[in-house]
């Protein structure tokens, strides 16, 4: 009898053991942490952000090989929404309500603006259509609005962009060189010509840099990605005069944008801004 008792004992015990070890496990498992949740992403910016050149298009001239669309799924990001708009200036992205997609909630932004402020495209058309001279005066008119009023608009949209977004990482892609000098002429431009073109980009990418730096923004540098693919090159990632999306990037161009800026991005962090200084 005793040892009936005994034995009745153990198996009782046994018994809270197994329960107390599935009561734990249960615990365990319900206690687990959530998945990851999901970086909020906004894209705002001109017919470059839009992805203008590559049809067909929605509103605003927005393409799907945007880079904000390619970006859409990388490193956790959600596109949440895309108002990028082609034609945007540093004042119509804000008149035209382009800041209303931005809130507390955004973890990221990214944008592209400063190009049509300047009248870059008036440069382009000189130096391809006209003389020599045509070409010379309206470079610099247009690198003179670039370092001497740009740089005031930038710091006001900017300032506008964080405001609206106040826990967000915002990242500023700049614009690429246009032109291959190295493949000679191009319609009426001398292969000099296209490397001052090319140069003026280069002046408005570097006053559109210190302005995001100025703004505590990350600027994505895309020009090394696109050399040697300029528009006179035999392999093209900027559309030519006689396309409809002239002097925007091809499918492959938005390709090597959507790379840059990936490539630059890492980790954002859901609800930690981490804007970079």
Same mark, same amino acid.
């Given at each position: ?23 734990? /496990?249960?615990? /365990? ?40 669309? $390619? ?26 309500? $382009? ?20 009248? @870059? ?98 600027? /994505? ?15 093209? @990632? ?40």
């Amino acid at each position: 009898m005793k040892r009936s008792l005994r034995t009745m004992r153990s198996a009782v015990l046994a018994l809270i053991a197994a329960l107390a070890l599935v009561g734990s /496990v249960g615990s /365990v498992a319900s206690a687990a942490p959530a998945a990851a949740s999901r970086v909020v992403y906004d894209a705002l910016g001109d017919s470059y952000a839009s992805g203008y050149g590559v049809p067909p298009y929605a509103e605003c001239g927005r393409s799907q090989s945007a880079y904000a669309v $390619q970006l859409d799924g990388r490193h956790r990001l959600r596109l949440d929404d895309f108002v990028a708009c082609a034609g945007a200036t540093t004042t119509s992205l804000v008149t035209g309500g $382009q800041l209303a997609a931005l809130d507390a909630d955004t973890d990221l932004v990214t944008l592209t603006i400063g190009g049509n402020d300047i009248g @870059w495209s008036s440069a382009v058309a000189a130096c391809l259509g006209g003389t020599d001279a045509q070409c010379a005066g309206t470079v610099a008119l247009v690198d003179t609005r670039t370092t001497g009023q740009l740089p005031a608009l930038l710091d006001t949209v900017y300032a506008q962009v964080a405001a609206a977004a106040p826990n967000a990482h915002v990242v500023v892609a700049g614009y690429p060189r246009l032109f291959s000098p190295e493949y000679g002429a191009y319609l009426a431009a001398s292969s000099a010509e296209l490397s001052t073109l090319n140069a003026s980009a280069d002046t408005l990418d570097a006053v559109i840099a210190a302005a995001a730096d100025r703004a505590g923004f990350q600027f /994505v540098d895309v020009r090394t990605r696109f050399d040697g693919h300029g528009a006179n090159s035999p392999d093209a @990632w900027i559309l030519g005069p006689t396309d409809p999306g002239a002097f925007h990037p091809t499918v492959e161009g938005y390709r090597a944008y959507t790379a840059a800026v990936n490539s630059a991005l890492g980790p954002v962090k859901p609800g930690c801004g981490r804007h970079h200084r």
